[in-house]
């Protein structure tokens, strides 16, 4: 039996969020709930004396307008901003982001009754036709506003969920709809899962690149412990252990003195993917456990405070995201590099687009074709970061957004492409190796095995579905570093 994801405000890590995403149950820390409750009795307190942003004043540009307390003015502000638009966003995405959520108002900073985190973590592990329906656009990452409306609505029964019904249980006041809304958890989560998945393709390409080592006759020298030692940063040297160690043994001699740099420069131009990937999870795991709500009311054996603030903004996840996009099209292009040499370099001793002996015989001269495509995604996503991209809005009272939710999705997009490149690349590889005949040794070997299921004909075919039995198999080959086993 699955084991339920416990959230407590603190501890949602990027193993979570996964669980999450499959509808694994969630659990609620009561230490947490008080602390959520210890949160909502302040921000009444607080109210009732002093104006307090989005409870007793309108929101935007109209902050300095009074309003009642009633019901009616929490669900004119959901109401309002439920205008999402576009695509639905995919049910696993929607549960991670509930997680998410449901987590920060356990952190105790949000003023909302904690009956709302509650009622959002049982969503988490529920049915998925009992989501709501939220839509991709709308958020500028100052707060994902538009798809929490959406989800607030839901929670009250005004809109309906994904399997038509609506839910009528929970009653939402005036003082919890900007709370809910004050969060950029959308963005937050899909991030994260995109980072959990590119993580594990990242790691998954230094075996594809044995492969194709192996294939080529690759010159080892070029990830020795010297040679290593020349990049002292510590995705670089990682990648080079890996690589050490999965062509320790194997057969056959370098074919040159150096190798082409989708070889020799592996190393040095996809540590950073590592190094970058893994400060973006860092950071993601970091947004998930925050109260950030804005305002925030924290408690002290005195009493607390209100304090109105910009942490919601969302610019450290966004830089980390288009830092780990260039440096996932450094080693892009060397994947791209290594499966053009497999294809057409005379000096490999293979033939001319890995094909048969029928004279004109196109082999997988189209492969390239594809894996270029793909490349051509991932560099259009990181040419224009999303973090020189704002936007001014609400009577420029919010002038600066930082599109997170924009930033996720190309992500999603490079992350995707780079699956499919790395598809490509194994196919040929695989493909290489049969045709020379050679059978690589330990963990490689085991990596050979288990692409059995490729066709192993020569003859021109369709490589359609070859490809995607390649893209299926790719990210289950991920190593693990010695911090990770």
Request: glycine share 10%; proline share 4%.
């Amino acid at each position: 039996m699955t084991q339920a994801l416990h959230l407590d405000g603190h501890g949602l890590d990027l193993d979570g969020l996964l669980a999450a995403a499959r509808g694994v149950a969630a659990t609620v820390s009561p230490d947490a709930l008080a602390r959520a409750e210890s949160s909502h009795r302040l921000a009444a307190e607080v109210s009732a004396r002093q104006p307090v942003y989005g409870r007793t004043t309108g929101v935007g540009a109209a902050r300095d307008e009074s309003t009642s307390s009633s019901v009616e003015h929490g669900l004119r502000l959901l109401r309002s901003h439920a205008a999402g638009w576009g695509e639905v966003i995919p049910g696993p995405v929607v549960r991670a982001a509930l997680a998410v959520r449901a987590n920060q108002l356990l952190a105790g900073g949000s003023g909302a009754n904690p009956q709302l985190a509650q009622a959002l973590a049982e969503l988490v592990g529920g049915d998925e036709d009992n989501l709501p329906v939220v839509h991709r656009y709308g958020s500028l990452g100052t707060g994902d506003l538009t798809a929490l409306a959406e989800v607030g609505l839901a929670l009250i029964g005004e809109r309906e969920r994904a399997d038509g019904g609506r839910l009528t249980d929970l009653k939402l006041t005036s003082a919890d709809a900007l709370p809910l809304m004050s969060s950029n958890a959308f963005a937050i989560a899909e991030t994260g899962l995109h980072a959990a998945s590119l993580h594990a393709l990242a790691r998954a390409a230094d075996t594809v690149c044995g492969l194709s080592f192996v294939a080529l006759r690759g010159n080892p020298e070029a990830v020795s412990e010297t040679a290593a030692a020349a990049t002292p940063f510590r995705g670089a040297q990682e990648v080079a252990r890996v690589l050490r160690e999965l062509l320790d043994g194997q057969p056959g001699e370098p074919a040159h003195i150096q190798d082409f740099f989708g070889l020799r420069t592996w190393p040095q131009v996809h540590g950073p993917v590592l190094d970058t990937v893994t400060e973006l999870k860092s950071v993601v795991e970091v947004a998930a456990n925050t109260a950030s709500e804005n305002p925030l009311f924290t408690v002290t054996r005195g009493g607390g405070a209100v304090t109105h603030h910009g942490g919601f903004h969302a610019a450290y996840l966004v830089l980390a995201v288009d830092s780990t996009l260039l440096a996932l099209t450094l080693s892009a292009q060397a994947v791209q590099s290594r499966i053009s040499h497999i294809l057409t370099d005379s000096a490999s001793g293979l033939p001319l687009f890995l094909s048969d002996a029928t004279a004109g015989s196109s082999g997988v001269l189209i492969a390239e074709y594809v894996a270029a495509s793909a490349l051509s995604t991932i560099r259009g996503v990181a040419s224009t970061p999303s973090s020189v991209q704002t936007a001014g809005v609400s009577a420029g009272i919010e002038d600066d957004a930082s599109f997170a939710g924009q930033a996720t999705v190309r992500l999603g997009d490079a992350t995707t492409a780079y699956r499919r490149m790395l598809a490509v690349e194994l196919v040929c590889a695989v493909r290489a190796l049969r045709m020379r005949g050679v059978s690589p040794v330990g963990e490689l070997g085991e990596a050979l095995r288990r692409c059995a299921s490729l066709p192993a004909g020569m003859e021109d075919r369709d490589l359609s579905p070859e490809l995607v039995l390649a893209e299926r198999m790719v990210e289950g080959f991920a190593v693990t570093t010695p911090e990770e086993r």
